[in-house]
């Protein structure tokens, strides 16, 4: 897909020492989009971007964006594991303040 880089790596989310697993129901889907769920998951797998798997301890559920046109986006709600994940102290810097400290 472009824009997609393969290949990057696999990630690890650091997590709170008592982190609780995240077992959420699915939200109810309508079932006039299907045709296009199932294209646009089936354009993902070939891309690599997801993969399919038998069965997890996390389920976070995942709902539709809808846009005027028939295009769907499929995103996933992580509110839950993101309560869980230890939070970086050191913020990414404005790409203005990177250029100042090493260009003078």
């Given amino acids: 897909m472009k824009g997609i880089v393969g290949d990057v790596g696999e990630m690890n989310i650091p997590l709170k020492p008592n982190a ?3 077992k959420q129901r699915p939200y109810r889907l309508n079932p006039r989009y299907k045709e296009n769920i199932k294209a646009e998951l089936d354009r993902m ?5 997801i993969e399919p798997i038998e069965e997890s301890k996390w389920i976070s559920p995942w709902f539709l964006k809808t846009r005027i ?5 499929i995103c996933v709600d992580l509110k839950k594991l993101n309560n869980t994940c230890l939070h970086d102290p050191f913020l990414t810097p ?6 100042e400290s090493i260009g003078g």
Wanted: with cysteine.
């Fill in 45 to 49: 797998l070939d891309a690599d971007i």
């Fill in 20 to 22: 609780k697993l995240v």
């Fill in 94 to 99: 404005f790409i203005d303040e990177v250029l």
């Fill in 69 to 73: 046109s028939v295009k769907v986006c």
